[in-house]
């Protein structure tokens, strides 16, 4: 998977922009661009860090402008920004089982698609605490909202469910470390 990328951060975050004009979607993707960046020294992939944090940022490029037809128009738009296939393959790989047949092999997959909508549940149990952060955020308070359906629907609890399984994870584990990932980063986002 790709060590190395021509694309720059400054590029992505540039073609991200030109897509994505909403502050959420791009709070967003520098959430999941951290998370990712974490995961990767996490795991043991640091030499991939930057990698990781491009597929990451990028991961919904085509969500915005085509919502029906998200991460079926992202090779089109990642290839015009100059980004490599196995980047494109990366990110589209997170929308399988719902738009595309492109399953995660790769752990970073894995990952993406484990954390993306996971990261949005988290995201919303934070910012109905005082603090409005997920620095004092623990586990019990998102498996509580995590076991309310209604509690951020958007965010599938069948998608982060089977990431786990595709990570061989305990679900409490996938959410523990996703917490400690957002930590991580929250003061750069």
């Known amino acids: 998977m790709g060590k190395a990328t021509k694309l720059t951060r400054e590029e992505a975050f540039a073609a991200l922009e030109k897509h994505n004009r ?8 520098l959430i999941v661009e951290g998370v990712m960046r974490y995961f990767a020294r ?5 030499d991939e860090e930057d ?3 491009l597929v990451g940022l990028l991961h919904d490029i085509d969500f915005e402008e085509y919502p029906d037809q998200h991460c079926l128009k992202a090779p089109e738009l990642l290839a015009e920004a100059g980004a490599e296939d196995d980047l494109i393959r990366a990110v ?9 047949d492109v399953k995660p092999e790769h752990e970073m997959e894995k990952v993406l698609y484990a954390t993306d909508e996971l990261t949005g549940l988290i995201g919303a149990v934070a910012i109905m605490r005082p603090s409005k952060s997920v620095q004092d955020l623990e586990l019990k308070s998102v498996k509580k909202k995590y076991k309310t359906a209604n509690f951020a629907a958007g965010c599938s609890r069948e998608v982060i ?8 994870w305990e679900l409490d584990d996938l959410i523990t470390r996703t917490i400690l990932a ?6 750069v986002v």
Do not use: N, P, Q
Request: with cysteine; aromatic share 12%.
């Open 22 to 29: 909403d502050a959420f979607h791009i709070k967003h993707a």
């Open 42 to 46: 996490e795991l043991g992939y640091g």
């Open 51 to 53: 990698f990781w944090g």
């Open 92 to 100: 589209v790989s997170h929308g399988y089982s719902l738009t595309v």
């Open 161 to 168: 469910t089977r990431g786990a399984e595709m990570l061989e």
């Open 182 to 187: 957002m930590r991580a980063c929250e003061s």
